[in-house]
């Protein structure tokens, strides 16, 4: 029997069932509604849920803040330049907070004897493998004083935090916090180095009571959490 003889005892048997006939265009009918109940349900009535994560929603960030201090007192020679070294893993950073910025202020205890001249007391932050914000403008590295006053230094560790509100547009609240929980930042040490040139009298000391200073570094290290809200 021939191929073309095959097909048309086939199409023959299908259009001569009745039975067959009504089932098979029943199920087509039923797959052609379902398929369209389908589309028009997801591009009809899920089209708020579709939008809410591909329009942006506005964000407002606020960040609440803890701080821990850190100290050294050294006693240091004339003409010397002390090292000074924090180890930042030595503090407890509570969970879901980051180092922000620190800052660092140094005074000194003035023990000139009888000249009761302030000795010159300089301060640097020494840039290393701590990871900082070496570059931010807001840095302070470096300080002198010769009149007794605090040095105050400052460095930012987080990338562009300074605590402030922040209103940002985002698809969603990961997204926007996104830039607030990075990991990895002020980890290292703090180095600080001291110098000190003892001020006496028109440069005279003559029963050698002025040759060190006792100098205070006090370490403020602010440490932040993000907390987001929608705004309406």
Known sequence: MSSNGDLKDIISNVTSNNAGNKFTIFSFLAALILLSYTGYDTVIYRTDVISEFSEPNEYRITFSTQNETMQAVETVQDDETRNVLFD????????????????????????????????????????????????????????????????E?????????????LNISAINEYQALLNWTQTGWGEGDLSIDLDLDVNAPLGLDPLGTDTDEEITIDVYIVMFKPNISQLE
Request: proline share 5%.
């Open 153 to 165: 230094l400052d460095i930012t560790i987080y990338p562009n935090f300074d605590g402030e509100t």
């Open 88 to 151: 930042l893993s030595d503090i407890n950073i509570p969970d879901g907070y980051m180092i922000g910025y620190i800052d660092i202020i140094i005074t000194s205890e003035e023990e000139s004897g009888i000249s009761g001249q302030c000795d010159s007391v300089a301060g640097d932050i020494i840039e290393n493998e701590l990871t900082a914000q070496w570059n931010d403008p807001n840095n302070n590295l470096s300080g002198q004083d010769s009149s007794c006053l605090p040095i």
